[in-house]
DNA sequence: GACCGACTAGGACAACTGTCCTAATCGTCG
DNA sequence: CGACGATTAGGACAGTTGTCCTAGTCGGTC
């Protein structure tokens, strides 16, 4: 941890750049400042600005599956890791007001770009997708296990691009409780069934 | 409506590039083409982009109150303008699938690029806020208005960045779907008290 | 000590960016 | 017709972009 590689130190730069700057705004010359090292030393690692990217967007994927498997490990119910999720737009609200959601903007800028690692930054949603839809089949929802899990993630993709636009704290608490509520009262009908 | 001036066929080519592939990714000689006009021309009519950027967000920002005044004319009732705002998600279903709200995707963007035309962006969110807020108080909703207000906003935001990623024309059915039926659910029981 | 691959620095390169200038053309009015 | 402002074309300009090359340094292995 305390020592990194040039080539790991180059990738936590531009994910750091990418979610703050875009990836079209950031430019090698950032990242390669923002590491200290020299343009002819960046590309030594990484030929061209897709590779970087793709190097990104899977350190990116890494990091969400190992944040999924913590909160498999530390919930003690499906609800209780639903509610993990949640909470993201509480524990994160400072850098989401700011920047947006990660996952979101990223996915959004590159399909503007019309860029081939689309798909792969889409792979990113898709992670929370089933592990959303596997937490909610646990809970008993069955075919609909997919759809509540979509209607979460778009949930809270709604609440991070307009806290990002009116930077509004309360904002983000009231909607965070209303989306605990509304898991509340999901849930509550199916187990009088 | 036929005849255009120079200026408004420039400015009408500048939103649909800055909406399609966003505006960084849009240079000068981008628009000069769409338009077929030189760079030259281009410079006696708007001496930085960012201008044009800010003649784009107030035609923006005309269209919006012209669409909402519509909205106002048309709709009977408040439920049924509220409705008319939900189902924009349907109408432009196959530009939203394809590169996301207008106004979100704008807004997103200039917040990373720190551009100082963000507020005048914002601006478009507000216009939105206010409109649905006032149809909300119109239901009796009082203090609730804006909080229920945002709520719509955030829900509409997050199933246009979610239909982008996963270009899903029955998800976006289906979120509508649940949308009104959350009107009603919202608005049933304060007819009652 | 000789050697070799990994790493680094510095700069070259063409292409493109936003900006700006100059000269020519156009339509309109006196 | 002559004059004038609005419009247009074409290109110059410096700065930046992503890409790539060459030369040098370093640490470890025969």
Redesign the pocket.
Known sequence: MLEQT?REQIVRAADGLFYRHGYEHT????IAAAVA?????F??HF????AILDAVISVRLAQTREMLDRWELDGTTPEARIRSFIDILIANRADIKRYGCPVGTLCSELAKLGHPSRPEANRLFTLFRVWLARQLTLLGCGGDADPLAMHLLAMSQGVATLASAFKDDAFIAAEVERIHLWLTHQLKPRRRR
């Open positions: 040039t430019s090698f010359a950032d090292i020299s343009r002819g030393n590309y030594h030929k061209t600005k897709d």
